[in-house]
Each structure stands twice: as structure tokens, then as C-alpha cells.
């Protein structure tokens, strides 16, 4: 009896430490839960944070065609929504990462106890909802095992509040734009853009399968490091879609048998299109915010509150202006280098060495290294010093970026050889700015050739000379005067010596209209025109046309001896194609906060500066240049690219086009400046240095190393009919006074002539 008792005794021991265990167990999870609730463990998000998680948002540059020119950003994250994802994407993250994503509410405790079970080694228990809130409160998890079950907890109470606050679709759609796919694509649309050129929607089953298999960790399945392995990963998530019934076994085969097909876009900062006009946008944009803070008081960050700026550039003609410059560019580099062989001083003239000296030396104190060495305390005799280390670094080359071994004043030298480039579309009537390239490569050479930088601009300065006296005189272009030498007095001006300029040709003899002279750049009868209409006159005109540079009110200008931009310049022969109407260069349409309320709208601002008859005169005039003169290459073939660069392709236009080349002293300096009615574009090419130059104006003049790049850009703005680029004739001013007929005008006073000496009584 007392052995029957004893052992039931033993048994209820057992019951009430089974329960205690349970219980106490029980407990245990439910306050560790609360611990996790309260925080102790660490900060979770707050419901703020819950209901607005992307944050850091990149803000986006939107072209005049709608596509993204590039981004500023902490992160290269700009977010989709739920129907911007292709059905595939949705259905290869379910069945590989969650599949029963749609049952659960936010913990599937299967998985979980099956992660448990095999602790871990056999895939992890996380729902998608786990992992998107592991990306919330921390990232990474931990590798501490005590501190990694505390994040556990913290993961499976923000996911219960993920599913409360949203919907299966809103979780999907926060997740893909949350999660760091490396390689500057943070969230699905940058990481579609960087890897496949594509917009989300437009993905592929491969595509897709690729860039869900890289949640699993984007670093170790990085495509542009481990490219097979990332393959293997891929096809295991197509096996997942067809065990899901996602797709059929003969596509997933088919689909198994094929390679990543990356077509690698990169989002830097260097990277992409349009490098030189993003970065004076960014500068553009820091003096906006200054000035329009957001409503609470506090400044706009252009890295992470996701504002829009839609631009005026178009992607297209801005993608062909690049072309069209690196073809170019390449080109007659090529040639340059050939020349400096026979150099001894390469790639400079008419300097000694100790010139040279002090060009490397100033180019050295201009330097990232020198400023930063010098801003830790580093004296100048220790700066020298390192410049002469030889040390690994990536130069740049038409042919690629070389992996070398230099020391960093070699680098310096060795980029002065490069010649550099600059091109600038605007549309007349609008002011819009459709293409910019400030340079050759923005990654190697930052300087920006379109608005930063300021050079001679030669003849090209010369039509504002022809405007002023056509506006005042009435000039018309078939008036004559004599080609012959002309000297403007020095106590006219003030001048220190007496002008008497002459012409490139040397040639003199008879009489030009103005335009032959225009279209041969002669010299002496644009002095003869200036002194005419006084040099004041000329720069008031040219300030009014948009060029905001100070210019000497002196004789000489009129052989173009100012240095101006090529921002100024385009926008300036933009007003003699908008009769006359100058409408101020814009590059920007609105700006949009990140839920695409308008934060200010942009609008031109325009003022008349010529005549519409004096603008149809200049532009009758401009169109000689490209007719019989120094722009006729336009006009006519060129076989292969020679060596003494002539004209290099065959361009034979036949639309009307106004234009003026420009070659400054020892061809340091060559423009063109090209319009059709409604496009104005203008070109320069030079070295750094103005002593690095081509040794003879065959190779160095306007026509030779800034004429091509304009042609090649144009035959492929003519080739893309959506652009609309106009071969229509320049629209004739009714009752147009003064004639620009000249083969006409001559007539008449042949036949007036012929009159007079008939007549008896005259």
C-alpha cells in the first residue's frame, strides 16, 4: 500500500515539474517577446519609421523624354510601386523565400520549428516579413549567438506589427525597395537599371530568378564578381518557381541553359550620361535649397528625401553628342600624338623647360593630393617629395583605362597630352539646354569645358560685330567694301599703339560683301565695321544677347580676342535663330518633392535684342560661312580619317544650316558654332594648357578639330526622325526691306547704270 502511494507521489512530482517547465518556458518566450516590445534588447523603429521605411531616398534626374539621367543619393535607392513589379519577380521571391507568404501573418512557425531542428543548417526559418524587418532594426545579423536569438526577437515582433500596418502586396513591395543588391543598387529599380539596363517591369523569369537569388546575401552573390556561382543560385530559384508551379519544367530547363545576361549600367556619380551637367545641377541644386526649405523650416537633402528634377537635356541627344565627341575626339588624338613624337617639349610649343617646370608645379598645387597634404600639416618640400613616388593608378585612354605604375607628377604631364572637349545644344525658341558635355571623361577630367571653363573664342565673335552694324546701319549683306588693309588710330580708343589687323590669308585686293567677308573671316573689313559702329556698341549688343562676361570695349574684339564660355556663346547665337528674341538658357522644367507635389516650376525669361529683319540678316550671313567658307566641309566628303585630318567622314548636309568656325593665336583654340532653326549647338576643342596645340592650322583650325564633332552629332540627331530636328529653310521675315540677294541687287544696278548713261538729260 505505502509502495502504491510512494510511486503515485513520484508521479504528480513529475506532472507539476512538466507543467513548471511548460509554463515556466511559456513565460519565458512571452516576456522575452515583451522585452523585445519594450525595447530593452535595443531600439526598434518607430511607428513613424514603420509607416514611412523608405527612407534615404535617392533624388532623381529626370531628362525631357522621361528617363533617368542619373541620381544623387546615400543610397541608390529609388522606390516602385507593387505595379511597377513584373508577376515573375513576385512569384520567384515567394517560392524560394516564403512560401507560404500569403498564410502566414508575419511568423510561419513550420519553418521555424524546422529551422530549429536542424539548427540553422538547412536554411533559415524567416519570413519574408522576418527578413524585411531585419533590414529595419539592424541589417546584419549578429554572430553572437546570444545577441543574434534578442534580434530573433526583435525580428518576429516587428514582422507581427508589418502585418497589421500592411498588406501582403505593400510588404513585398517595401522589401525589394529596401534591400542592398551591392554595387550602388540599393532596392529592385536600381539594382534592374545597374544589372540589365531595364526598368522592373520589363524583367525576364531569368532576370528575376538572378536578383531574388542574390537576397540570400548580395555580397557572396555579387554578379560582377562571382558570376558562376551566381548562376547556380539562379537556376535553384527557377527549380523553386517550378516546384511552385510558378513555370513549366521546359521553360525551367530551358531557362537553366542560358547565362546571367548583364548588361551592366553603373549609377556612381561618374558614371552614366550627362556627368558634367549632373554635377553643375547638384551645385544648381545646393543654392535651391538653401533658398526654398520645406515647410517645417528645415533644409531639403538632396541625398535622401527623394526629390524629382525634371530636366530639359534629352537622353537621346544627349547620348549622341557624347558619341559623336568620343569618336571624334579619339580620332584626332591619335593624330596629335603622332605629331608630338617630332616635339621635344611635347605636348607643348613655343615654351622652354623652365616653363614647363612651372606649369607642372602649378597643376601640382592645383591638385586633390596637394590640398589635402597640405591641410594635414605636410610642409611643401614634403609635398614635392611625394609627387615623385611612383605609386599604382588607373589613367585613362581612348582605348580603356590602363593599370600603370607612375609616380603622380609623370600623371600630371602624361594627361596634359590629351586634348579636351566641349558641346552645348539649346533650343532657340524654348531656351531649353538638350545636351551638355563639359569633357572628354568626367572620371578623369572634371573641368568643365561648358560653363566653367572660359577661352578665347576667336571669329566666332565676329557675327556680333556684323549683328551691331546690320541693327544700326542697315547694312545689307551684299554691301561691299574694300579688302584692304585698315588702321584705327590709337587716340580713337585710347589705345597704346595704333590697330591695323590683318588678315590669315595674307590676301587683300578688291572689294567683299559682307558676306564673303563673313564667310572668309576677314580680318581687315570686320575692323573697318567695328570702328564703324564703335566697340561699346558691340558689347552692349553682346551682353544683351546673354553673354554676361566683362569684354574690353576695344577694337581687338572683333577678332574674338575675349574669353568667354561656351554657355555664353551658344546661348547668345541662339537669339539670331529666335528673330532676335534672346530667351535665357534653362536646364531645369520643375521639381517634384518624393510624393510628387510641385515644389517649383520653372519658366524662361526672354527679352528682344535684335530686330526680327537684322537676326534673318545675320543668319543669311552665317549661312555663307557654311556655303563657300571656312564651314563649306559641311557641305562636301571626306574619305578615310587621314592623318593631317581633314574632314575625316562623308557629311554632304544639304539643309540650311548658319554657322561660324573660330581658330584663336597658335590654333590654341578651335570652335564651331552650328544653328538650324531650331537647334543651336557649339563645339570647342583645345588642350589645358593654350600652349599644348597642334603645331600647323591645318590640323589646328575650328574647321578641323571642332567642325566633326558637330557634323557627326547632327547626322545622328537627322537619323533619329522622333527628335524632329528641323532641315527647313530660316523663316523670312515678311516684307523684308532690306535685300540679301545679292546676284538680284547686282542686277538692278547694272540695269540703273544702264539707264543713266541713255538718258540725254541726266
Given at each position: 500500500m505505502k509502495k502504491k502511494e510512494t510511486i503515485k507521489t513520484d508521479f504528480s512530482k513529475y506532472i507539476k515539474w512538466f507543467w513548471v517547465t511548460i509554463l515556466g518556458g511559456t513565460l519565458v518566450v512571452i516576456m522575452l517577446f515583451l522585452f523585445a516590445s519594450w525595447g530593452l534588447y535595443g531600439p526598434l523603429p518607430t511607428f513613424e519609421e514603420l509607416e514611412n521605411p523608405e527612407n534615404n531616398l535617392a533624388t532623381e534626374i529626370i531628362s525631357y523624354d522621361g528617363s533617368t539621367l542619373g541620381k544623387y543619393f546615400k543610397e541608390n535607392r529609388t522606390p516602385v510601386k507593387y505595379k511597377d513589379l513584373p508577376k515573375n519577380l513576385i512569384n520567384a521571391l515567394v517560392a524560394t523565400e516564403d512560401e507560404r507568404f500569403y498564410e502566414h501573418s508575419g511568423i510561419d512557425f513550420k519553418s521555424t520549428a524546422r529551422a530549429i531542428a536542424k539548427l540553422g543548417k538547412d536554411g533559415g526559418g524567416s519570413t519574408i516579413t522576418q527578413q524585411f524587418a531585419k533590414i529595419l532594426v539592424h541589417g546584419e545579423g549578429s554572430k553572437n549567438i546570444v545577441q543574434r536569438i534578442m534580434q530573433k526577437f526583435q525580428e518576429y515582433v516587428i514582422a507581427v506589427r508589418l502585418e497589421r500596418q500592411y498588406t501582403k502586396q505593400e510588404i513585398l513591395t517595401m522589401y525589394l525597395n529596401k534591400y542592398d543588391f551591392i554595387n550602388l543598387a540599393v532596392g529592385i529599380r536600381s539594382a534592374s537599371r545597374i544589372y540589365f539596363g531595364k526598368e522592373p517591369i520589363d524583367l525576364t523569369v531569368s532576370e528575376s530568378a538572378m536578383l531574388v537569388g542574390m537576397l540570400k546575401n548580395s555580397s557572396y552573390y555579387n554578379p560582377l564578381?562571382?558570376?558562376?556561382?551566381?548562376?547556380?543560385?539562379?537556376?535553384?530559384?527557377?527549380?523553386?518557381?517550378?516546384?511552385?508551379?510558378?513555370?513549366?519544367?521546359?521553360?525551367?530547363?530551358?531557362?537553366?541553359?542560358?547565362?546571367?545576361?548583364?548588361?551592366?549600367?553603373?549609377?556612381?556619380?561618374?558614371d552614366g550620361n550627362a556627368t558634367y551637367f549632373r554635377e553643375y545641377l547638384r551645385d544648381f541644386m545646393k543654392?535651391?535649397?538653401?533658398?526654398?526649405?520645406?515647410?517645417?523650416?528645415t533644409d531639403y537633402n538632396l541625398h535622401r528625401?527623394?526629390?524629382k528634377i525634371y530636366v530639359t537635356i534629352d537622353s537621346r541627344m544627349q547620348k549622341y553628342a557624347e558619341e559623336a565627341m568620343a569618336e571624334h575626339m579619339a580620332n584626332l588624338q591619335r593624330v596629335f600624338d603622332k605629331e608630338q613624337k617630332r616635339n621635344k617639349t611635347a605636348p607643348f610649343y613655343e615654351v622652354d623647360k623652365k616653363e614647363i617646370a612651372t606649369t607642372i608645379e602649378q597643376a601640382m598645387k592645383r591638385s586633390n593630393r596637394w590640398i589635402r597634404m597640405k591641410n594635414n600639416g605636410a610642409s611643401d618640400k614634403e609635398i614635392k617629395a611625394s609627387f615623385s613616388e611612383k605609386t599604382a593608378m588607373k589613367v585613362f585612354?581612348?582605348?580603356?583605362?590602363?593599370?600603370?605604375?607612375?609616380?603622380?607628377k609623370d600623371s600630371i604631364l602624361y594627361y596634359k597630352q590629351f586634348l579636351r572637349s566641349g558641346l552645348l545644344s539649346i533650343e532657340p525658341e524654348s531656351g531649353h539646354i538638350k545636351a551638355w558635355v563639359g569633357g572628354i571623361n568626367y572620371k578623369h577630367f572634371q573641368y568643365d569645358a561648358v560653363k566653367q571653363q572660359k577661352r578665347q573664342v576667336g571669329s566666332t565673335f565676329k557675327p556680333f560685330v556684323y549683328a551691331t552694324a546690320i541693327n544700326q546701319l542697315n547694312l545689307s549683306p551684299c554691301t561691299k567694301y574694300p579688302n584692304t588693309l585698315y588702321t584705327i588710330p590709337k587716340e580713337k580708343y585710347g589705345m597704346p599703339e595704333d590697330w591695323t589687323p590683318k588678315n590669315a590669308s595674307s590676301k587683300y585686293g578688291g572689294e567683299l560683301t559682307l558676306k564673303e567677308a563673313l564667310a572668309g573671316s576677314v580680318n581687315v573689313i570686320t575692323a573697318k565695321l567695328i570702328d564703324m559702329?564703335?566697340?561699346?556698341?558691340?558689347?552692349?549688343?553682346?551682353?544683351?544677347?546673354?553673354?554676361?562676361?566683362?569684354?574690353?570695349?576695344?577694337p581687338a574684339i572683333a577678332l574674338g580676342s575675349v574669353d568667354l564660355s561656351l554657355y555664353e556663346m551658344v546661348g547668345a547665337y541662339a537669339t539670331f535663330a529666335n528673330k532676335g528674341l534672346q530667351v535665357e538658357p534653362m536646364m531645369i522644367?520643375?521639381?517634384?518633392?518624393?510624393?510628387?507635389?510641385?515644389?517649383?516650376?520653372?519658366?524662361?525669361?526672354?527679352?528682344?535684342?535684335?530686330?526680327?529683319?537684322?537676326?534673318y540678316v545675320i543668319i543669311n550671313l552665317l549661312e555663307g560661312v557654311t556655303q563657300s567658307g571656312s564651314g563649306i566641309r559641311l557641305r562636301s566628303s571626306g574619305g578615310r580619317y587621314p592623318d593631317n585630318v581633314s574632314?575625316?567622314?562623308?557629311?554632304?548636309?544639304t539643309n540650311p544650316i548658319a554657322g561660324k568656325t573660330g581658330t584663336t593665336q597658335n590654333q590654341s583654340d578651335g570652335w564651331f558654332m552650328g544653328i538650324v532653326p531650331n537647334l543651336a549647338?557649339?563645339?570647342?576643342?583645345?588642350?589645358?594648357?593654350?600652349?599644348?596645340?597642334?603645331?600647323?592650322?591645318?590640323?589646328?583650325?575650328?574647321?578641323?578639330?571642332?567642325?566633326?564633332?558637330?557634323?557627326?552629332?547632327?547626322?545622328?540627331?537627322?537619323?533619329?526622325?522622333?527628335?524632329n530636328i528641323s532641315t527647313d529653310e530660316f523663316e523670312r521675315p515678311e516684307n523684308l526691306s532690306i535685300e540679301i540677294d545679292c546676284d538680284k541687287l547686282s542686277e538692278e544696278e547694272t540695269n540703273k547704270n544702264n539707264s543713266i548713261d541713255d538718258d540725254p538729260e541726266f
Amino acid at each position: 500500500m505505502k509502495k502504491k502511494e510512494t510511486i503515485k507521489t513520484d508521479f504528480s512530482k513529475y506532472i507539476k515539474w512538466f507543467w513548471v517547465t511548460i509554463l515556466g518556458g511559456t513565460l519565458v518566450v512571452i516576456m522575452l517577446f515583451l522585452f523585445a516590445s519594450w525595447g530593452l534588447y535595443g531600439p526598434l523603429p518607430t511607428f513613424e519609421e514603420l509607416e514611412n521605411p523608405e527612407n534615404n531616398l535617392a533624388t532623381e534626374i529626370i531628362s525631357y523624354d522621361g528617363s533617368t539621367l542619373g541620381k544623387y543619393f546615400k543610397e541608390n535607392r529609388t522606390p516602385v510601386k507593387y505595379k511597377d513589379l513584373p508577376k515573375n519577380l513576385i512569384n520567384a521571391l515567394v517560392a524560394t523565400e516564403d512560401e507560404r507568404f500569403y498564410e502566414h501573418s508575419g511568423i510561419d512557425f513550420k519553418s521555424t520549428a524546422r529551422a530549429i531542428a536542424k539548427l540553422g543548417k538547412d536554411g533559415g526559418g524567416s519570413t519574408i516579413t522576418q527578413q524585411f524587418a531585419k533590414i529595419l532594426v539592424h541589417g546584419e545579423g549578429s554572430k553572437n549567438i546570444v545577441q543574434r536569438i534578442m534580434q530573433k526577437f526583435q525580428e518576429y515582433v516587428i514582422a507581427v506589427r508589418l502585418e497589421r500596418q500592411y498588406t501582403k502586396q505593400e510588404i513585398l513591395t517595401m522589401y525589394l525597395n529596401k534591400y542592398d543588391f551591392i554595387n550602388l543598387a540599393v532596392g529592385i529599380r536600381s539594382a534592374s537599371r545597374i544589372y540589365f539596363g531595364k526598368e522592373p517591369i520589363d524583367l525576364t523569369v531569368s532576370e528575376s530568378a538572378m536578383l531574388v537569388g542574390m537576397l540570400k546575401n548580395s555580397s557572396y552573390y555579387n554578379p560582377l564578381r562571382r558570376e558562376e556561382l551566381v548562376l547556380n543560385r539562379r537556376n535553384v530559384v527557377l527549380s523553386q518557381m517550378y516546384r511552385n508551379n510558378f513555370i513549366s519544367e521546359k521553360l525551367k530547363d530551358s531557362l537553366q541553359q542560358q547565362d546571367l545576361g548583364l548588361n551592366v549600367n553603373r549609377e556612381g556619380h561618374s558614371d552614366g550620361n550627362a556627368t558634367y551637367f549632373r554635377e553643375y545641377l547638384r551645385d544648381f541644386m545646393k543654392t535651391w535649397i538653401k533658398n526654398n526649405p520645406k515647410p517645417d523650416g528645415t533644409d531639403y537633402n538632396l541625398h535622401r528625401d527623394g526629390l524629382k528634377i525634371y530636366v530639359t537635356i534629352d537622353s537621346r541627344m544627349q547620348k549622341y553628342a557624347e558619341e559623336a565627341m568620343a569618336e571624334h575626339m579619339a580620332n584626332l588624338q591619335r593624330v596629335f600624338d603622332k605629331e608630338q613624337k617630332r616635339n621635344k617639349t611635347a605636348p607643348f610649343y613655343e615654351v622652354d623647360k623652365k616653363e614647363i617646370a612651372t606649369t607642372i608645379e602649378q597643376a601640382m598645387k592645383r591638385s586633390n593630393r596637394w590640398i589635402r597634404m597640405k591641410n594635414n600639416g605636410a610642409s611643401d618640400k614634403e609635398i614635392k617629395a611625394s609627387f615623385s613616388e611612383k605609386t599604382a593608378m588607373k589613367v585613362f585612354s581612348w582605348k580603356g583605362d590602363i593599370d600603370t605604375i607612375m609616380s603622380p607628377k609623370d600623371s600630371i604631364l602624361y594627361y596634359k597630352q590629351f586634348l579636351r572637349s566641349g558641346l552645348l545644344s539649346i533650343e532657340p525658341e524654348s531656351g531649353h539646354i538638350k545636351a551638355w558635355v563639359g569633357g572628354i571623361n568626367y572620371k578623369h577630367f572634371q573641368y568643365d569645358a561648358v560653363k566653367q571653363q572660359k577661352r578665347q573664342v576667336g571669329s566666332t565673335f565676329k557675327p556680333f560685330v556684323y549683328a551691331t552694324a546690320i541693327n544700326q546701319l542697315n547694312l545689307s549683306p551684299c554691301t561691299k567694301y574694300p579688302n584692304t588693309l585698315y588702321t584705327i588710330p590709337k587716340e580713337k580708343y585710347g589705345m597704346p599703339e595704333d590697330w591695323t589687323p590683318k588678315n590669315a590669308s595674307s590676301k587683300y585686293g578688291g572689294e567683299l560683301t559682307l558676306k564673303e567677308a563673313l564667310a572668309g573671316s576677314v580680318n581687315v573689313i570686320t575692323a573697318k565695321l567695328i570702328d564703324m559702329v564703335h566697340p561699346k556698341n558691340v558689347v552692349s549688343l553682346a551682353h544683351r544677347a546673354g553673354i554676361t562676361s566683362k569684354i574690353p570695349e576695344v577694337p581687338a574684339i572683333a577678332l574674338g580676342s575675349v574669353d568667354l564660355s561656351l554657355y555664353e556663346m551658344v546661348g547668345a547665337y541662339a537669339t539670331f535663330a529666335n528673330k532676335g528674341l534672346q530667351v535665357e538658357p534653362m536646364m531645369i522644367l520643375k521639381i517634384e518633392d518624393k510624393n510628387g507635389t510641385i515644389l517649383q516650376q520653372f519658366t524662361p525669361n526672354s527679352k528682344e535684342v535684335l530686330s526680327e529683319e537684322s537676326s534673318y540678316v545675320i543668319i543669311n550671313l552665317l549661312e555663307g560661312v557654311t556655303q563657300s567658307g571656312s564651314g563649306i566641309r559641311l557641305r562636301s566628303s571626306g574619305g578615310r580619317y587621314p592623318d593631317n585630318v581633314s574632314t575625316g567622314y562623308p557629311y554632304k548636309f544639304t539643309n540650311p544650316i548658319a554657322g561660324k568656325t573660330g581658330t584663336t593665336q597658335n590654333q590654341s583654340d578651335g570652335w564651331f558654332m552650328g544653328i538650324v532653326p531650331n537647334l543651336a549647338t557649339g563645339v570647342w576643342v583645345g588642350g589645358e594648357d593654350r600652349a599644348t596645340h597642334f603645331k600647323s592650322i591645318v590640323q589646328g583650325q575650328g574647321a578641323t578639330m571642332a567642325l566633326p564633332i558637330w557634323a557627326l552629332y547632327y547626322k545622328k540627331l537627322y537619323a533619329d526622325p522622333q527628335l524632329n530636328i528641323s532641315t527647313d529653310e530660316f523663316e523670312r521675315p515678311e516684307n523684308l526691306s532690306i535685300e540679301i540677294d545679292c546676284d538680284k541687287l547686282s542686277e538692278e544696278e547694272t540695269n540703273k547704270n544702264n539707264s543713266i548713261d541713255d538718258d540725254p538729260e541726266f
